[in-house]
């Protein structure tokens, strides 16, 4: 079958993505209660027994809530940085020191015939990361919780077949909103969430370089954004960069809160 993946969910109330080859499934991030992501698995018919690993990029609460409970559920391995190690420890719970796996930032390594590459990220967390997933000649990226996307990320994104992006926020909506203004701050800073806007202008060099068939806008603000805004957005930055593409060529995809993503196939 190859490489393919479902987003569980994304938001900032809770994030998960499997992604699966044909002979391992993992789990990047748990930011729901176990017991919600045993039925979003469900409705994407992914048992439990059946994943192999679970990847963790950041220590906040939306991305590992119910990390502790599944993985003593399920007996998994847990692949984590040390910084990170060391900052989500009390929040998930005692597990077993043969879960504990360290994985090092802008290292890689394979499960099967699934392959995996860690790489840094700026953001408001202790050792924060992306992943880019390899098996089968494909090649999928998730790049979320970034408060920019430098050059370096940039290198590791492109040649991405499918490519899961932040999309956190309009700007004009995020100063307008009700939040402090030091969250804003926070948000709209280097070390916080990428807006529509960067979105938009990262993926007219990651499209320039060639590849990329689809970008899933993820990890949208409920407070800040809509999904049909952030798509205009991006779709707008792109065309005034020259990118006219047909529907069969490239497409935006939609992630969602509250309800897995289809089941898509990375081909490359």
């Not at 991030?29 to 994943?51: F, P």
């Not at 995020?174 to 203004?181: N, V």
């Not at 409920?222 to 005034?240: G, P, R, W």
Request: with cysteine; glycine share 8%.
């Amino acid at each position: 079958m190859g490489l393919r993946f479902t987003v569980l969910a994304s938001g900032s109330t809770g994030n998960a993505t499997v992604v699966s080859s044909d002979a391992a499934t993992v789990l990047v991030d748990a930011g729901l209660s176990a017991k919600k992501i045993d039925e979003l698995l469900k409705e994407r018919d992914v048992s439990g027994q059946e994943l192999d690993a679970i990847f963790v990029t950041h220590e906040h609460s939306d991305h590992i809530k119910g990390l502790g409970a599944l993985a003593r559920k399920y007996e998994l391995p847990v692949y984590a940085n040390e910084k990170t190690w060391a900052a989500m420890h009390k929040g998930i719970g005692e597990l077993a020191d043969d879960q504990r796996k360290i994985m090092a930032t802008d290292s890689a390594m394979e499960i099967f015939d699934l392959r995996i590459e860690s790489y840094a990220i700026s953001h408001d967390a202790a050792e924060p990361v992306g992943y880019c997933f390899y098996s089968g000649g494909a090649k999928l990226s998730l790049a979320t919780d970034l408060g920019y996307v430098s050059d370096k990320v940039m290198r590791q994104l492109k040649q991405s077949d499918v490519l899961v992006l932040e999309s956190n926020h309009d700007v004009n909506m995020l100063r307008m909103g009700r939040y402090p203004w030091n969250i804003k701050r926070r948000i709209l800073g280097d070390t916080g969430h990428l807006s529509n806007e960067a979105a938009g202008e990262a993926l007219c060099q990651l499209l320039g370089s060639g590849g990329t068939r689809r970008v899933y806008l993820g990890h949208l603000s409920q407070e800040h954004n809509q999904m049909d805004l952030a798509k205009l957005t991006v779709n707008t930055i792109l065309e005034d960069n020259g990118f006219f593409y047909q529907k069969n060529e490239f497409a935006i995809c939609e992630t969602y809160y509250d309800k897995p993503t289809p089941w898509d196939l990375v081909k490359s």
